[in-house]
């Protein structure tokens, strides 16, 4: 069964999120592509995952004289019920992200980086030894993640702020440190998006205009990658 996690992050719950919509764009586009596959859901701008804890810490800082060891061997370590129950909310959503063949992140850029919510549930997932087999390979090795970003203002290379984009790069980096590969991150980016509304980039409309399409263009081609069992059946289709 070939399972879509979709996160959005973007506080503005309306219909003028961009990120909001391309990623709403994309999963409609996977579940045509794919219709026996599972779709799960988080808005973690309306339902931010609990904050961490003291329990949370105690439990990493005993994992990493312990490593590596897994989601099993963290149960093995846990010392108290408070532990047992913050042990619990993180192993869900690890648990959630480990199933998942495809990861959507609705991603606005704000003050240059990720949305609070987001970087919540980065920092709770985030847990020492837990992306790893008992044989120390990635789980999530073969795991596809489609970022749909969003800035007001441009960050593309040889642009004025080109260095001050720490979410792309940010979000690559943390990806990468447990463990999808590089060659599975797809960051699709909408540039601009408050040319319409600030009357300082009214020249950068045109651009923004295109940065959009190129966005939407992006997601439909980076969808095959993300449904194997849509390009298989293709492949074995009576037209070849
Ligand atoms: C709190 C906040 C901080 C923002 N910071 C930045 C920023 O640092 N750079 C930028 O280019 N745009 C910034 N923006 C603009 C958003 O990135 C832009 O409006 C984007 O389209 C928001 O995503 P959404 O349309 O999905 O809500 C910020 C917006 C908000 C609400």
Redesign the pocket.
């Known amino acids: 069964m070939n399972t879509l996690l979709h996160l959005d992050a973007?506080?503005?719950r309306s219909g003028?999120?961009?990120?909001?919509a391309l990623s709403a764009r994309f999963a409609a586009a996977w579940l045509d592509a794919n219709p026996t596959g599972t779709h799960r859901y988080r808005d973690l701008a309306a339902d931010p995952v609990p904050a961490l804890t003291t329990e949370f810490c105690a439990i990493g800082r005993r994992v990493e004289q312990h490593p590596p060891i897994g989601r099993l061997g963290v149960d093995a370590l846990l010392e108290s019920e408070d532990e047992r129950a913050d042990w619990r909310v993180t192993r869900a959503l690890v648990d959630e992200l480990v199933d998942a063949d495809t990861v959507l992140l609705?991603c606005?850029?704000?003050?240059?980086s990720v949305p609070a919510a987001l970087k919540g549930w980065i920092d709770r997932i985030t847990f020492p030894g837990v992306y790893r087999a008992a044989d120390g390979s990635a789980l999530l090795a073969g795991t596809n993640v489609v970022v749909v970003a969003?800035?007001?203002?441009g960050?593309g290379p040889g642009t004025p702020r080109a260095a001050w984009d720490f979410q792309a790069p940010y979000l690559r980096a943390w990806l990468t440190s447990i463990g999808v590969p590089d060659e599975r991150i797809h960051v699709i980016r909408?540039e601009l998006?408050?040319a319409d509304l600030a009357p300082g980039l009214a020249d950068l409309r045109p651009l923004a205009t295109a940065s959009f399409e190129a966005a939407l263009a992006s997601l439909d081609a980076v969808l095959p990658a993300c449904v194997p069992a849509a390009m298989s059946a293709e492949r074995t289709s009576p037209k070849e």
């Open positions: 973007s506080a503005n003028e999120s961009i990120t909001r609705g606005p850029m704000y003050n240059f969003a800035s007001g203002g960050y909408a998006t408050l």
